[in-house]
C-alpha cells in the first residue's frame, strides 16, 4: 500500500491583519489562518456552515492569491456546493 505524503505546504505567516478569517454565515468568527498550512487545516475543521459560506461566496481563491499561492486559487476557485463534499474537494485540491 502506498505511504500518503503531506503536500509541502508553505508555513509563513502572512503579514499581520492579512489572515484569513473563517466565518459563519451570521458573521461570527471560528478561526483564523495565518499561513497555507494553517489554511488546510482550517479547512478540516471549521464548521460546514463557514466552509460553505467562504466557498460559495468566492473568499477562498482571492486570499491564496495574495499569499502567493496562485496556482491553488485556480485549482479551488470554482469549488462550490451545499455539503460535506466541498470540503473533501477543497482539502484533496490542495
Known amino acids: 500500500m502506498p505511504r500518503y505524503k503531506a503536500k509541502p ?7 499581520p491583519g492579512q489572515e484569513f478569517v473563517f466565518r459563519m454565515p451570521d458573521g461570527r468568527e ?10 488546510v487545516r482550517m479547512l478540516k475543521i471549521a ?3 463557514s466552509i460553505l459560506f467562504h466557498a460559495n461566496g468566492g473568499h477562498f ?3 491564496l492569491e495574495m499569499i502567493g499561492e496562485k496556482e491553488a486559487a ?6 462550490k456546493g451545499e455539503d460535506e463534499k466541498v470540503r473533501k474537494r ?3 485540491a490542495l
Open 90 to 92: 477543497l482539502v484533496q
Open 47 to 49: 464548521p460546514l456552515a
Open 30 to 39: 471560528v478561526g483564523k489562518a495565518r499561513s497555507m498550512s494553517e489554511f
Open 9 to 15: 505546504y508553505s508555513t509563513n505567516p502572512c503579514p
Open 61 to 63: 481563491a482571492p486570499w
Open 74 to 79: 485556480e485549482k479551488i476557485k470554482d469549488i
